[in-house]
């Protein structure tokens, strides 16, 4: 977008020119000033900035700026921008999607790869040894352990997952040493996962987080997989920290599954020609 500004910058008008430059110079600033603001940094009226964005070819400064914001979000650490209850579908689709993208481009410039690494390790030693793998999770992260359960049986790997308080501190209390538990939670406080890893981990289990750096929970258990997203709680709020968490458990399990290699071809090849004789005939 800032490409397609600086070669059109020729064919503007003197008074446009000056805020493509404004935008060049500083595109987030300009993403998020009021028309006003824009207007006097780059000394033109408020319909020039309007006049300029539509010579972009967009609808107005909001669609412009929409756009624009999203263009740069590569280079912001984090971005949550709203979603408001007159918004179009097109302006809702876009935050979504940039809110999504923003907290995954977080992930990867923060995250470490020795934590990965640990965690990896640990599921592929559980495995090999025979002993078991369980997913806990509550809510919507419940939903990310039953997807992480499906994740790792793909790959020939079974194991447990649960969503229920209950279910999880009475199968916590029958794991052992080389067992191995993934716990999924965004504020990492929930009680019964508390309690869960707790009894885990001195039963002699080994404990993975996938939650908020800092929480009760990363404290708890013995490898911290930071999940660090500031969820909204309001009425429009995307629910991003579920498809952080299934974003890690994807790392994860392709982790693994190098790691096991061999192992698993041929279980893999025989479970693909099973679902493809019984979808096909």
Not at 2 to 15: E, G, W, Y
Request: hydrophobic letters at 45%; proline letters at 4%.
């Amino acid at each position: 977008m800032l490409d397609r500004i600086t070669a059109s910058l020729p064919s503007l008008a003197p008074a446009e020119q000056r805020v493509a430059r404004l935008v060049l110079a500083d595109a987030r600033a300009f993403a998020h000033l009021p028309v006003r603001e824009l207007a006097a940094r780059a000394h033109v009226s408020k319909p020039t900035v309007v006049r300029f964005c539509r010579s972009m070819g967009y609808d107005g400064l909001a669609d412009f700026k929409l756009k624009l914001a999203g263009s740069v979000s590569e280079g912001v650490p984090f971005i949550h921008r709203s979603v408001d209850s007159d918004d179009k579908t097109s302006d809702v689709m876009v935050k979504v999607v940039d809110n999504a993208v923003a907290a995954f481009l977080q992930y990867r410039n923060a995250a470490t790869t020795s934590a990965i690494e640990q965690a990896a390790g640990a599921i592929a030693a559980t495995w090999q040894t025979g002993k078991r793998i369980e997913f806990y999770g509550a809510g919507n992260s419940g939903i990310v352990a039953l997807d992480a359960q499906h994740k790792f049986f793909r790959l020939g790997i079974t194991s447990l997952a649960t969503s229920d308080g209950h279910m999880q501190v009475m199968s916590a209390t029958l794991l052992g040493k080389g067992d191995c538990i993934v716990i999924i939670s965004n504020s990492g406080r929930t009680r019964d996962l508390m309690d869960a890893a707790d009894i885990a981990r001195k039963n002699g289990a080994t404990t993975i987080a996938i939650t908020a750096s800092g929480s009760p929970l990363a404290s708890a258990c013995q490898i911290h997989l930071a999940a660090d997203h500031p969820e909204g709680y309001d009425r429009y709020s995307p629910m991003v920290s579920r498809l952080l968490h299934l974003l890690i458990i994807d790392v994860l399990a392709t982790c693994v599954a190098l790691r096991i290699g061999p192992a698993l071809q041929p279980a893999l090849e025989q479970m693909k020609n099973n679902l493809r004789a019984k979808r096909y005939t």
